[in-house]
């Protein structure tokens, strides 16, 4: 039987970014009722691209040669992080975001990884990509006032600007699911030319 691991494409974020996000998590943090979002670390956050979910671990050299051969041409470029919302909504929040702009040169990767990626058996996302960043996610035992709450802490900050990072580097992320939380270990990388 073949091991599996559980896997996504991201990019990582540059220590000065997390730490604008990091200010971000505080702020909200003491805006919300207490325990009723599980924040993320800022050095965890990432820019996921393709989530495969169960990989096999022999996928694992034909995932970094699709990778390599889908960025071969592709040059680093800045993305600019702006915004903050919630998914599904405001009034009823269960993920907390920072936007993303969804620039020709970002849409245009992640297409032509997943074009590259899908033939190994990872299938095309069926809804569109939408480019985010996830700060925390609204527990399930959270009243839907506590929600709400979170939905106006968030509201009152939808116009805050982070500034623009780079995409130089793509990373295979392996994730181990844990009762603390996701642990994060890079399994290879590909640098944009």
């Known amino acids: 039987m073949t091991a ?6 991201c990019v990582e974020l540059s220590s000065e970014m997390q730490h604008k996000l990091d200010e971000m998590i505080k702020q909200l943090r003491r805006a919300t009722p207490e325990r009723s979002v599980r924040w993320d670390k800022a050095e965890k956050i990432h820019l996921t691209l393709k989530f495969l979910g169960d990989t096999r671990q022999n996928d694992v050299p034909q995932i970094s040669e699709a990778l390599t051969q889908a ?7 800045p993305i600019t992080l702006h915004g903050l919302g919630c998914f599904p909504n405001l009034k009823q929040p269960r993920v907390v975001w920072v ?6 040169s970002l849409m245009a990767l992640q297409r032509v990884i997943e074009k590259n990626i899908s033939p190994l058996g990872y299938p095309t ?3 569109k990509f939408s480019p985010h960043l996830t700060l925390g996610r609204v527990k399930r035992e959270a009243s839907s006032a506590e929600a709400a709450s979170v939905g106006e802490a968030v509201r009152l900050r939808a116009s805050q600007s982070f500034g623009v990072e780079s995409i130089s580097r793509l990373i ?22």
């Open 71 to 77: 960025t071969r041409d592709i040059k680093k470029f």
């Open 99 to 104: 936007g993303i702009n969804p620039s020709p």
């Open 4 to 9: 599996t691991l559980r896997t996504f494409i």
């Open 125 to 127: 996302e069926d809804r």
């Open 172 to 193: 295979l992320m392996k994730s181990d699911l844990q009762r603390s939380g996701s642990i994060y270990t890079s399994l290879l990388s590909v640098d944009l030319c």
